[in-house]
């Protein structure tokens, strides 16, 4: 299968990333169903041409005609569907998903998956503080990576097929990487980041911060507002990862935090200039 | 004294905040002049208007002639300018300055101040991550906090004064802490966050992790880049509130780290909901 055969595509989850799913192929001429459990979210859909057709239910029809299937659900509720209606899949039919962690996902999802189709996983590092079809938008993913985490399972077919639908999607930059490299990358960027931001708002409750916060403060807690369910998945779901980030980052906290103790004025310095250097390399990515 | 009589305002220290200063004072129609140990900085505000005249060394007519002196120096340097220059100060003339920490420094300064002249300290909670009069640009008060932070040694007379440069210099909010409310509240809401962004810079040295960064984690390090002089020294002289912050952050984020070790979802869940609903606490602000 080639993107250029403009292949029929099916998205089961039509949120956020489903819905910016959408808007970016339809854009793009290809033919663009969807299956959500949300009546609403299909009918908006409909009704704004972000889709051609969809579905409130797994429908049969919309599943076996659909060439490629990109899952945007969370990750407890992937292998579940999968379990239950791969039954309608049609011989050939690709597969890719948008799950934030790959490890637990993605052998899971191939070991059980019929041998006659094939799941290529993909993660769109991209996102917003909200939420829903509604606030969908194919820009969020102007500046973002799209990372694919092929297996041995996978063909190079088909890892080229998601790489080539990463750029038909409008990614900055899109690469490969192992389902545990990701996983590993994805602990410390995305979900240590996180664990801190919920950490700053829940160690401090003195009513009058608010009233004196500036930039730095709601920089580094933007992220504190947080969709519980999903986020305590992907945590359970990169558990070790997770945890070997957090150590690490508690033990370099503690470091700090034994300069200032021992008034140990040099050390500190080094540090801070040390980060300062590090934190250039993460800049220029920006200017590119 | 009052603002409305436009007195002659001396800047001591022509950074960026002391350049910022004097673009907005300079507009505003008041006489500006500067003291600044760099020839080139003083040359490159006259030249451009920012100031009406300057000097590169501590010019007792400069400095006598001023009625109102605002000081936008390192916090050490600033009580060693005091000690050693006082003496040229005219009887009657007010002091502020910009210092980010005020408990260790304002009762020093007024401690070892002539009876005539008055102290007032403030902190303009304003900043980029660039340096240098060529860099400064009034408009970095615009959406910021000016708190005044007088002792009992200070006339409301003072307080009311520095209020009022606050609110003529474009500042969002202009309010009243005592230095020590200050420190405590400069430290979790600055101090601790810096601690963390050096941290999350120094804690993992992976050389791909440039390539894969997001938003979230560039928004918590921006603050990494980090003026290590200036930084240490407000760490030290604000040791022992930053210390106890440090201390709160570690034993939340141990609290954090311990749910996912014992795979305790529901209390994650809660904690997660209770940083995104004191999260939008803090979001408020930017919408009033």
Redesign the interface.
């Known amino acids: 299968m080639k993107l250029e055969q403009k292949p029929r595509i099916l998205i089961v989850g039509l949120g956020l990333i489903g819905g910016s799913y959408a808007k970016a192929l339809i854009k793009k001429g290809y033919s663009v169903s969807a299956i959500d459990s949300r009546q609403e979210a299909i009918d908006y859909a409909i009704k704004e041409h972000i889709i051609d057709k969809g579905a409130a239910f797994p429908d049969p029809a919309l599943i076996s005609e659909a060439q490629l299937i990109v899952f945007a659900l969370y990750p407890k509720v992937f292998i579940d569907w999968i379990r239950e209606y791969q039954q309608h899949f049609s011989p050939g039919t690709v597969l890719t998903d948008v799950t934030g962690v790959k490890g637990s996902v993605v052998y899971t999802v191939q070991e059980m998956l019929r041998p006659d189709v094939e799941f290529i996983p993909a993660h769109p590092?991209?996102g917003r503080e909200v939420y829903g079809v509604e606030n969908s938008d194919e820009r969020i993913f102007r500046e973002?990576?799209y990372?694919v985490t092929p297996t041995e399972r996978n063909t190079e077919e088909a890892i080229l097929l998601c790489e080539e639908l990463g750029r038909e999607l409008g990614f900055a930059?899109v690469?490969r990487l192992s389902p545990e490299?990701h996983d590993d990358?994805i602990g410390?960027?995305?979900q240590?980041?996180?664990?801190?931001?919920?950490?700053?708002?829940?160690?401090?409750?003195?009513p009058?911060?608010?009233?004196?916060?500036?930039d730095?403060?709601?920089?580094?807690?933007?992220?504190?507002?947080?969709n519980?369910?999903m986020?305590?998945e992907l945590?359970?779901m990169n558990?070790e990862a997770?945890?070997k980030?957090?150590?690490?980052?508690?033990?370099?906290?503690?470091d700090?935090?034994q300069m200032?103790?021992n008034?140990d004025?040099d050390t500190?310095?080094?540090?801070?200039?040390?980060?300062?250097a590090?934190?250039?390399?993460?800049d220029?990515?920006?200017n590119e």
Not at 268 to 276: F, I
């Open positions: 590092m991209a973002a990576n990372i930059r690469s490299k990358m410390f960027l995305s240590l980041t996180h664990c801190i931001a919920v950490t700053l708002m829940n160690c401090n409750d003195s009058q911060l608010q009233d004196y916060t500036g730095s403060f709601r920089d580094l807690t933007r992220i504190a507002r947080i519980d369910k986020w305590s945590f359970m558990r997770l945890l980030h957090m150590n690490a980052f508690s033990e370099s906290f503690n700090l935090r200032l103790e008034n004025v500190m310095r080094e540090a801070m200039r040390n980060a300062t590090r934190r250039a390399l993460f220029k990515k920006v």
